[in-house]
C-alpha cells in the first residue's frame, strides 16, 4: 500500500509540471506497462543488471567456427599493431604498401615505421590548422568553418588520401630505424596537449594586427609543434643505412638511403595518382564525385576525393585486385556484429531482438542518415572465398596484434553489404566507364559531415 501511495504521488507531481508534449501522469502509467514484470521479464532484469548485454546477445547458433579457407588470398607476413593510438588509416595505407614490397623483393617480416609518417603527418596537420585560421581569420568566430576548426584542431585519425600525400612527400623509412615510442602507441596524451596549444595559436594569429607577419608567427608556433613531436616520437631521420634481407634471412644488400630513396626503390609508383577510392554511401547519389572540405593532411595536398558506387561495381573491382595480388585500403563500420576473440564479422552473431524483445529495422541507408553507422575503422582487404564466382565471405588484415582470427578478421558477405564503406583500389582494376566518372566537377562536402571524420 505504501508503494502505491508513492506512485501515486510522483504522478501527481508529474502531472503539475507536464507540458503538451511532455510526460503527464496518464501517459506514464500507459508507458510503464512496457515492463510486466513476468518471470521472463524478471530473469532478463536479473541477468542484464550483472553480465553484459553483448555476453546475453551472442547468439549459439552462431558458436562454431566459420570455415577459414579463401579461394583468393594475398600472402602477408608479421603482424601490426596500432595499440592505444588512431592511427588505423597509417596502419593500413603502409599494409597495402609492405604487401606489394614483400611480394616483389621477397622480404621476410618487414614494416615500413608508422612512426616516422605520423611525425610528419601530426606536423602538417598542425600547419593545415593554422594556415586555415590564417585564411578564415576575418570571418566571426560562430562562422561555422571557424567553429569546426577550433573543435578540429588535431587528429590522429585520417584516410588513404593523406598515406597517398605524406609518403609521396616525406618518403618512407624501415620500421627498425624509426620505431614506436610510448606517445605514438597511445596518443589521446599528446593529441590533447597539441590541440589546446594550436587552440592558443589560432586565437593568437586572429588576435593579431593587420601589420602583423603572419606566416613568421606561424613559423614560430610550429617550430613548438616540432620540438614536443621531436620530444615524444624522436627525430626523425634524414639519411639512415639499412641492411636488406630475403625472406630466408640472407643478407642482399646494405645501402645508405634517404627517406625518398627508400620510398622510390621499395615503393616506386605514382601513389597520388595510381588509385581511385569508392564508397557505398545509399544516403547519396551513386555514380557521383564528392570531396571533402579541409579533409586532407597537408595544406598543399589533396582532400579526399571518392566515388559513390553501389556494392556490385566495389565487389567486382575488390575480387579483380585480390586474384591480381594486389591489398587494398578497406574502411568499415567494425563496431557492429564484431566477435573480437574469434576475428568474425557477421550481422547474426548477436541477437539482441531476442534479448530487448523488439526489432531493429533500418537498412543502411536509414542507419547512414540516422548517425546509427558509418566508417570508423581501416583495414587491408587481402582474400575472398568465392564459389561459382560469387563472394561468400572476404579477408582484412587487421592492425591490432594477434586479436581475431591470426590477427584477421574474416566478414560473411552478408556483414559485408550491410557495413562496408571505403575501398582504394588501383586504377588497373577500375573499369574504363568507372574512371570516367572522375572527369565530372565534384560535389564538395562539408568537413563536419559524420561520415567524414577519418578513421581511428
Known amino acids: 500500500m505504501k508503494k502505491i501511495l508513492i506512485f501515486a504521488l510522483a504522478l501527481a507531481s508529474v502531472s503539475a509540471f507536464a507540458q503538451k508534449g511532455g510526460l503527464d501522469a496518464g501517459t506514464l502509467t500507459e508507458i510503464a506497462k512496457g515492463y510486466e514484470g513476468s518471470a521472463t521479464d524478471k530473469a532478463l532484469r536479473n541477468a542484464m543488471n550483472t553480465t553484459p548485454l553483448a555476453t546475453l546477445a551472442k547468439n549459439a547458433d552462431r ?80 562562422d561555422r568553418t571557424v567553429d569546426w576548426l577550433f573543435s578540429h584542431p588535431i587528429s590522429d585519425g585520417g584516410t588513404f588520401t593523406g598515406v597517398a600525400d605524406l609518403v609521396s612527400k616525406y618518403g618512407v623509412v624501415p620500421a627498425e630505424i624509426f620505431p614506436e615510442t610510448l606517445t605514438a602507441n597511445s596518443t589521446s596524451a599528446i593529441r590533447g596537449q597539441l590541440s589546446n596549444l594550436l587552440r592558443q595559436d589560432g586565437l593568437a594569429l586572429r588576435d593579431a594586427g593587420k601589420k602583423a607577419d603572419l606566416q613568421k608567427m606561424k613559423v614560430d608556433m610550429l617550430k613548438e609543434v616540432y620540438r614536443i613531436l621531436a620530444l615524444t ?25 634517404t627517406p625518398i630513396e627508400f620510398y622510390n626503390e621499395f615503393v616506386g609508383y605514382d601513389l597520388q595518382n595510381n588509385y581511385i577510392m569508392f564508397m557505398n554511401d545509399p544516403a547519396r547519389e551513386y555514380g557521383k564525385v564528392y570531396e571533402i572540405e579541409y579533409d586532407r593532411h597537408t595544406y598543399d595536398g589533396h582532400n579526399w576525393l571518392y566515388v559513390n558506387l553501389p556494392l556490385g561495381d566495389i565487389k567486382k573491382m575488390a575480387i579483380a585486385s585480390i586474384k591480381g595480388g594486389d591489398a587494398m585500403y578497406f574502411s568499415c563500420d567494425v563496431g557492429k556484429f564484431l566477435d573480437r576473440e574469434r576475428g568474425i564479422a557477421d550481422i547474426d552473431n548477436f541477437d539482441y531482438e531476442s534479448l530487448l524483445g523488439v526489432k531493429f529495422t533500418m537498412d543502411k541507408k536509414q542507419r547512414v542518415l540516422t548517425h546509427a553507422s558509418g566508417s570508423s575503422h581501416a583495414m587491408t582487404l587481402i582474400g575472398v572465398d568465392l564459389k561459382e564466382g560469387v563472394p561468400q565471405k572476404w579477408l582484412v588484415e587487421n592492425s591490432w596484434g594477434d586479436t581475431g582470427w591470426k590477427g584477421n578478421i574474416i566478414m560473411t558477405d552478408e556483414w559485408f553489404n550491410e557495413y562496408m564503406f571505403r575501398l582504394v583500389v588501383e586504377k588497373k582494376y577500375v573499369p574504363a566507364g568507372i574512371q570516367a566518372l572522375l572527369k565530372q566537377k565534384p560535389i564538395r562536402l562539408p568537413a563536419w559531415d559524420p561520415m567524414f571524420l577519418g578513421e581511428e
Open 63 to 142: 558458436s562454431v567456427m566459420i570455415d577459414t579457407h579463401f579461394s583468393d588470398i594475398i600472402e602477408t607476413k608479421g603482424r601490426t599493431n596500432q595499440k592505444s593510438s588512431g592511427r588505423c588509416w597509417l596502419f593500413t595505407g603502409l599494409n597495402v604498401l609492405r604487401a606489394s614490397a614483400i611480394e616483389r623483393f621477397d622480404l621476410g617480416e618487414f614494416q615500413f615505421s608508422q612512426n616516422y609518417c605520423f611525425f610528419y603527418d601530426q606536423l602538417e596537420k598542425a600547419n593545415l590548422f593554422l594556415q586555415a585560421v590564417i585564411d578564415t581569420r576575418d570571418k566571426s568566430f560562430d
Open 233 to 257: 616520437l624522436g627525430v626523425p631521420p634524414a639519411e639512415f643505412e639499412w641492411t636488406r634481407r630475403n625472406s630466408k634471412g640472407d643478407v642482399v644488400s646494405t645501402k645508405t638511403y
